[in-house]
């Protein structure tokens, strides 16, 4: 199996929705909102998005984003999703596109790559993640 790893472009847009649904737990993405805030981002300098693929077909994803902190004295980059098609989990996909998030990550002289998990600590850990802080959230509600 060849696995191909690239930036997103915009013909990935209907393809991306679909693994990004399936990620979604807390809210249900909607294709309108999706596709304005998939071509917002694609233009976004402090934003990656980057696709994991075989034969053709979209496989993976990670969407990070690269701020500056007062903390870190810098930049640092948030994983804000992470997501590998359950019948390619197992197979380093979701390794290698942290690993490229790391190369981003360096290329822009950050000081850290964070991100929050639920479901994925061990994952996290066994690429050498360490547990950090507890996360909390307050839902806005916007009618």
Not at 37 to 47: E, G, P, Q, V, Y
Not at 80 to 86: G, R, T
Not at 90 to 103: A, D, H, R, S
Request: glycine residues 4%.
């Amino acid at each position: 199996m060849s696995i191909n790893y690239r930036e997103a472009v915009l013909q990935d847009e209907e393809e991306l929705f679909g693994l990004a649904a399936s990620l979604a737990t807390s809210y249900k993405p909607n294709m309108k909102d999706y596709s304005t805030i998939f071509k917002d981002l694609l233009s976004d300098k402090n934003a990656d998005i980057i696709i994991a693929e075989t034969d053709a077909r979209l496989i993976g994803y990670v969407l990070v984003f690269h701020h500056s902190t007062f903390y870190a004295n810098g930049v640092i980059s948030w994983v804000e999703e992470l997501f590998v098609i359950e019948e390619f989990r197992g197979k380093k996909i979701g390794k290698k596109l942290m690993e490229l998030v790391e190369e981003k990550a360096y290329q822009r002289n950050s000081k850290l790559v964070a991100l929050a998990t639920r479901r994925a600590g061990s994952f996290y850990k066994a690429i050498g993640y360490d547990d950090s802080a507890v996360y909390f959230k307050k839902t806005l509600s916007q009618e």
